[in-house]
């Protein structure tokens, strides 16, 4: 029984989401394999050699690889898909594109975001927005698996000395083409990876108020801005900042939460912070039901007050 991890990475360095996952891996049992499928990803792959319980590196180099389009890394995943009995990705915006991929022409039944591995055939993951926990068993001769990187810890990136292997790159599928991409340089930590996230809601009023307000508290935690869905809606904060169900998962140290009331699907989404400091003025807000530490206040008065304790 060996395990494949589908890392994810820029092609010189592995992404953090992908030593989280062959976390996941490891407790599935047998061996750990991580594939490297880029184009001039050496240094990716040397970096996924040095995983501590990682068995093998498979690399695969392509110019079909070069941008990640999701039919051809999911075509090399196929390639070598029956070595193996589990295929685990991260649960992010890339392996959520590829995994239903793989799957499907597996003719398997996909298990999204697991947050524990029971043992190698039963798993668990969240249902209805987190409120529930489901136990999954699937009876598949591959499981197709997720991984909600928030319920494992990282595997060590040094002290492993897996051997890499060199397999040949699948051709361009031809159903897709890379088109563009515009990369916004950030200034501070990644959403996803950040020790310390600040967050607004609705109650900011305008993305001026977001920036003027949070951006200071921010800047003097050395955090990452995040949003609710209802800010992000309402045009106060782009995308990628949304934390929530249909945004992005995080649990960060500390997660400070200003002007959002607590819907469930943001709860669902930070919930599993380890600190959660809720400012709020209304006294009923469901924030405060997972909130470690609540402050009843304006937080146009309390956010500046603290910046300045700072």
Excluded at 32 to 53: E, M, P, R, S, Y
């Amino acid at each position: 029984m060996t395990s494949l991890v589908i890392a994810e990475h820029d092609h010189g360095t592995l992404k953090p989401a992908t030593l989280n996952t062959v976390t996941a891996a490891m407790a599935c049992g047998g061996d750990v394999h991580v594939l490297i499928a880029g184009q001039n990803a050496a240094g990716a792959a040397q970096a996924a050699a040095k995983i501590a319980g990682v068995a093998k590196v498979i690399h695969a180099d392509g110019a079909s690889l070069a941008e990640q389009l999701a039919e051809n890394i999911a075509a090399q995943v196929l390639a070598i898909a029956k070595n193996y009995s589990h295929l685990l990705f991260p649960a992010t915006a890339h392996g959520k594109n590829v995994a239903p991929r793989v799957a499907a022409l597996l003719d398997v039944a996909q298990i999204s975001d697991a947050t524990k591995i029971v043992s190698a055939d039963t798993f668990e993951r969240p249902i209805y927005a987190g409120n529930a926990i489901a136990q999954v068993q699937s009876s598949d001769p591959i499981k197709v698996i997720t991984v909600r990187t928030t319920g494992f810890d990282a595997a060590a990136a040094s002290g492993g000395s897996a051997a890499v292997e060199t397999v040949p790159a699948v051709a361009d599928s031809g159903l897709s083409s890379f088109v563009g991409a515009e990369i916004v340089k950030l200034d501070r930590p990644e959403l996803t990876a950040a020790k310390i996230i600040v967050s607004g809601g609705r109650a900011m009023g305008s993305s001026d108020k977001f920036n003027e307000v949070l951006t200071p508290l921010a800047d003097k935690l050395g955090a990452a801005l995040g949003a609710s869905r209802a800010a992000v809606d309402a045009g106060y904060a782009p995308n990628d900042w949304q934390v929530g169900q249909t945004g992005k998962i995080v649990a960060p140290q500390l997660y400070i939460a200003c002007g959002i009331s607590g819907a469930i699907q943001h709860l669902a989404g930070m919930k599993d912070s380890k600190v959660i400091v809720a400012i709020n003025k209304d006294s009923e807000a469901p924030i405060f039901s997972v909130a470690d530490y609540g402050l009843e206040a304006d937080l146009f008065t309390a956010v500046p007050e603290l910046v300045k304790a700072l």
